[in-house]
């Protein structure tokens, strides 16, 4: 079985500049994550989904973040435009329901110059 | 708000050695608590998952164990092995707003051969 798939792997953009990143979860997964970690840091949880619906998205900056879930499956997570301080490691996850075992993609290492 | 720390920051044993990583956690209500690993540029992977009403759980050369009242859980590795070298994170899920999960900072981890 495939694992959650996210792409890209690694994304160096100056200031400014738009970045999206896409995940796919796994097949049959209802819910799913996007959480930002920093260096030395635990996940911190962005948004989350139940199907296509962002049902916890109290800590998306809605200024410059959005995020959507077209037909329930992938997603994408958008940054416009792009401050230093989003520097970090997007992490995409997924689980059967928000109850269940999380299931982690790779990450996306963002660098903003 | 729920908390959770991790001690120490960072580990260095030499191979074979038993050791615990600590984590605590400021709300006792929790749901269930779970320890993660996480190996440099990827995501994270379950090890262990401990319910509210359990008191330990085991899998291979790893044992958890969790003590509500105090608001504590270790992570004992036994026979440490070069591969055990990753970042362990622990993650409380809480009883109310149980679908939230919050993770620790995490204890880097290096067994030295």
């Known amino acids: 079985e495939a694992g959650v798939v996210q792409s890209p792997r690694y994304k160096i953009i100056e200031k400014k500049q738009p970045v999206a990143f896409w995940c796919n979860p796994i097949s049959g997964h209802n819910t799913l994550y996007w959480y930002l970690q920093n260096l030395g840091q635990g996940p911190e949880l962005l948004i989350r989904?139940?199907?296509?619906?962002?049902?916890?998205d109290s800590q998306l900056p809605k200024d410059r973040f959005s995020a959507e879930r077209l037909k329930g499956v992938d997603s994408t997570l958008k940054i416009q435009p792009a401050e230093l301080g989003d520097s970090a490691v997007y992490l995409c996850?997924?689980?059967?329901?928000?109850?269940?075992?999380?299931?982690f993609g790779p990450g996306t290492r963002l660098l903003v110059l | 708000k729920q908390e959770v720390t991790q001690i120490p920051a960072a580990l260095s044993v030499p191979e074979g050695e038993n050791l615990v990583l600590n984590c605590s956690f400021t709300d006792s209500a929790i749901y269930n608590l779970q320890w993660f690993r996480q190996d440099p540029g990827k995501g994270l992977t379950s090890l262990l998952l401990i319910q509210s009403s359990q008191r330990e759980q085991t899998s291979g050369r790893l044992n958890a164990s969790l003590d509500k009242s105090s608001g504590r859980s270790t992570l004992y590795i036994a026979a440490s092995q070069p591969g055990d070298s990753a970042t362990y994170l622990c993650a409380v899920r809480r009883k109310t707003s149980y679908d939230k999960v919050i993770f620790g900072p995490g204890t880097s981890l290096s067994v030295i051969p």
């Open positions: 996850a997924s689980s059967p329901d928000s109850l269940q075992t999380q299931y």
């Open positions: 989904y139940e199907n296509e619906e962002a049902v916890d």
